[in-house]
């Protein structure tokens, strides 16, 4: 879906959650061939079982690109995607765990290198199926402005 959302129409603290997404030993597995993390943390159920986490966790960056990936739903023509800030791997993320994705607008800013443009911020927090935020991270959006500095 398409929808033109300007700088200026943006509102801190309106928030958003996706649809669900239970996370599989398939996505271990693929995610290992194609990162070439295959560390035993993720790959090697006997080898976890020594641990305090007990069983196998999902590759943070599994976590993350799955996260984001529930948040791709809307195509803002006006706007791209600077980065993420603040990435962090709060807790664990086990096969059978059911993810979704809360986005929070926190924060505006001007854009120091685009006059036309702004800085939005937006919060990202990873939910289990236990409500427990996994990941979070600030995504930096680069918006243009509806009204143009003259």
């Not at 801190?12 to 599989?24: H, N, P, Q, V, Y």
């Not at 061939?33 to 993720?42: A, E, I, K, V």
Request: proline residues 3%; aromatic residues 10%; negative net charge.
């Amino acid at each position: 879906m398409e929808q033109t959302i300007y700088f200026e129409d943006y509102e801190i603290g309106t928030s958003r959650k996706t649809s669900g997404r239970t996370i599989t030993e398939t996505d271990f597995v693929v995610h290992a061939g194609h990162t070439g993390d295959f560390f035993p943390h993720h790959m090697d159920a006997e080898f976890m079982k020594e641990t305090s986490f007990g069983q196998r966790i999902a590759h943070g960056t599994l976590v993350f690109s799955i996260g984001v990936g529930l948040t791709a739903s809307v195509i803002n023509p006006v706007a791209f995607s600077y980065g993420y800030d603040r990435l962090r791997f709060i807790r664990p993320v086990f096969i059978g765990d059911t993810i979704h994705t809360r986005t929070t607008i926190a924060a505006k800013e001007d854009d120091p290198k685009r006059a036309g443009a702004g800085r939005v911020i937006e919060r990202v927090e990873v939910v289990n199926q236990r409500s427990e935020v996994v990941l979070a991270a600030d995504h930096i959006y680069i918006v243009e402005r509806r009204m143009k500095p003259a």
